[in-house]
C-alpha cells in the first residue's frame, strides 16, 4: 500500500505546527510592535500550512486522504496534476476545482528513494493514473 511516510507525518504535521507555535512567544512581546509582524505572520503562516496538510494512502488503486480526522476518496479524474512542493517533504495534488485554503491539496510524502533526484513512488503512481485518464 503507498502512503504517506509515518514519521514524517508525525514531524510535518504535528511536531512542526508545535515547534513553530512556540517560537511565535520568543518575537511576541507584552507591547505590540509592528516590527514583530515581519517575523510573527510567516510564522502564523507556516503553522496554518504546516497543520493544513493532508495524510495520502492509496490501499486499493484509489486515492484517499485524511486532513483532521475523516479520510475522503479521490477519484484520477478530480486530479488535473501532481508534483514535489518547494516545502521540503511535501507535495501536492492540482484539483478541477478549487480546495480550501491553498487552492491544491498539499501532502506529505513517502520515502524517497534517491538522494539528489527525488523519486516517490507515490507521485509516480498518480502521475500515471492521471496520465491514463487522459488518454482515455
Given at each position: ?76 479524474d478530480e486530479i488535473s496534476g501532481c508534483g514535489v512542493s518547494w516545502v521540503p517533504g511535501t507535495g501536492y495534488l492540482r484539483l478541477r476545482r478549487f480546495l480550501w485554503p ?35
Open positions: 500500500m503507498l502512503r504517506s511516510h509515518p514519521s514524517s507525518v508525525f514531524v510535518l504535521k504535528y511536531y512542526a505546527p508545535l515547534l513553530l507555535f512556540g517560537a511565535t512567544f520568543i518575537f511576541w512581546n507584552s507591547r505590540f510592535r509592528f516590527g514583530a509582524l515581519v517575523i510573527l505572520i510567516p510564522l502564523f503562516l507556516g503553522i496554518f500550512f504546516t497543520a493544513s496538510l493532508a495524510v495520502l494512502r492509496i490501499p486499493d488503486g484509489t486515492v484517499h486522504y485524511r486532513r483532521l480526522f475523516s479520510w475522503r476518496k479521490l477519484h484520477y491553498w487552492g491544491k491539496l498539499y501532502f506529505i510524502l513517502d520515502g524517497n528513494k534517491k538522494l539528489f533526484r527525488p523519486e516517490h513512488p507515490l507521485l509516480r503512481y498518480i502521475q500515471e493514473h492521471i496520465d491514463a485518464n487522459v488518454a482515455l
